[in-house]
T-cell receptor
Framework: DQQVKQNSPSLSVQEGRISILNCDYT??????FLWYKKYPAEGPTFLIS?????DKNEDGRFTVFLNKSAKHLSLHIVPSQPGDSAVYFC???????????????FGTGTRLQVTL | NAGVMQNPRHLVRRRGQEARLRCSPM?????VYWYRQLPEEGLKFMVY????????ESGMPKERFSAEFPKEGPSILRIQQVVRGDSAAYFC?????????????FGPGTRLTVL
């Protein structure tokens, strides 16, 4: 049962343009969402997060949007740079209803390629 | 402030041997998580530990796998009698001790290959 889905396995964007990565979830108990970036043979690097009480969070070139009614979030990168080429994972927590920090449920990732 | 450290980075074992993976969390972090990534898949949660306690092991296979986070020293993920299907990248993450929505920071991973 894939509770977090990234339906686009890959995305190619020209340098300077906007990259939009999408993520859908099914568990309405999720209340904290994160995006990680991963290079080959390295661990995931935290990019940005958003709590379910917000609908937007921005950090430099990265903005995450959350649409709770649609159970959808997206990561916008603008302007895209060649160094952004990596696999991006969406993750969610809170699905177990626990009162303390809990496990992350990951999507399968989207490979972003930023071309010159 | 050093990040999450994992060793070894690469581990090769023959079927039936034991694999021990180590994780040292970031300074000041007392929560440790282990995840496994199979080829072409996302990361899957295995276990969540605090010092000397297993909090959630719902993602751990029922047999051959165990984890600990002792009072002193790193967290250890132990796989007994490895099989080829255990070949994967194993990632450790840590988070601070307070709050519910804690961001988890990942180590570089240990790539286990079972021959």
């Amino acid at each position: 049962d894939q509770q977090v889905k990234q339906n686009s396995p890959s995305l190619s964007v020209q340098e300077g343009r906007i990259s939009i990565l999408n993520c859908d979830y099914t568990n309405s108990m999720f209340d904290y969402f994160l995006w990680y970036k991963k290079y080959p043979a390295e661990g995931p690097t935290f990019l940005i997060s958003i709590s379910s009480i917000k609908d937007k969070n921005e950090d430099g070139r990265f903005t995450v949007f959350l649409n709770k009614s649609a159970k959808h979030l997206s990561l916008h990168i603008v302007p895209s740079q060649p160094g952004d080429s990596a696999v991006y994972f969406c993750a969610a927590s809170g699905g177990d209803g626990a009162g303390t920090a809990s496990k992350l449920t990951f999507g399968t990732g989207t490979r972003l390629q930023v071309t010159l | 402030n050093a990040g999450v450290m994992q060793n070894p980075r690469h581990l090769v074992r023959r079927r039936g041997q034991e694999a021990r993976l180590r994780c040292s969390p970031m300074k000041g972090h007392s929560h440790v998580y282990w995840y496994r990534q199979l080829p072409e898949e996302g990361l899957k949660f295995m276990v969540y530990l605090q010092k000397e306690n297993i909090i959630d092991e719902s993602g751990m296979p029922k047999e051959r796998f165990s984890a600990e986070f002792p009072k002193e020293g790193p967290s250890i993920l132990r796989i007994q009698q490895v099989v080829r299907g255990d070949s994967a990248a194993y990632f450790c993450a840590s988070s601070p001790p307070s709050g519910r929505r804690n961001t988890q920071y990942f180590g570089p991973g240990t790539r286990l290959t079972v021959l």
